[in-house]
Nanobody, 116 residues
Framework: QVQLVESGGGLVQPGGSLRLSCAAS????????MGWYRQAPGKQRELVATIISESNSNYGDSMKGRATISRDNAKNTVYLEMNSLKPEDTAVYYCNIYRPFVFNYWGQGTQVTVSS
């Protein structure tokens, strides 16, 4: 069993920045894929970014160029640094950890609201 606990969401003004954190507990490996997805009201969940290592990360189109994903394997934590936030970035952001054919876990989600 793997548990994910997200933090760092909140209200931010347009153009602002926010850093999300997700701490994983349980039997995980440094080679597990960790990532962030988001879901806005009335829309499907979409990829923000995933990471296996600093040299192996992937970004969705929604925040490419405005988000940076990183991970600290010693802390089993993945981070998402978001900049130049727009109202359309408002969504619930979900942390995910995935190991092919073994598991696929989600966090409970953290709300990010971009509004003036």
């Amino acid at each position: 069993q793997v548990q994910l606990v997200e933090s760092g969401g909140g209200l931010v003004q347009p153009g602002g920045s926010l850093r999300l954190s997700c701490a994983a507990s349980g039997r995980i490996f440094n080679t597990d894929t960790m990532g962030w997805y988001r879901q806005a009201p009335g829309k499907q969940r979409e990829l923000v970014a995933t990471i296996i290592s600093e040299s192996n990360s992937n970004y969705g189109d929604s925040m490419k160029g405005r988000a940076t994903i990183s991970r600290d394997n010693a802390k089993n934590t993945v981070y998402l640094e978001m900049n130049s936030l727009k109202p359309e970035d408002t969504a619930v952001y979900y942390c995910n950890i995935y190991r092919p054919f073994v598991f696929n876990y989600w966090g409970q989600g953290t709300q990010v609201t971009v509004s003036s």
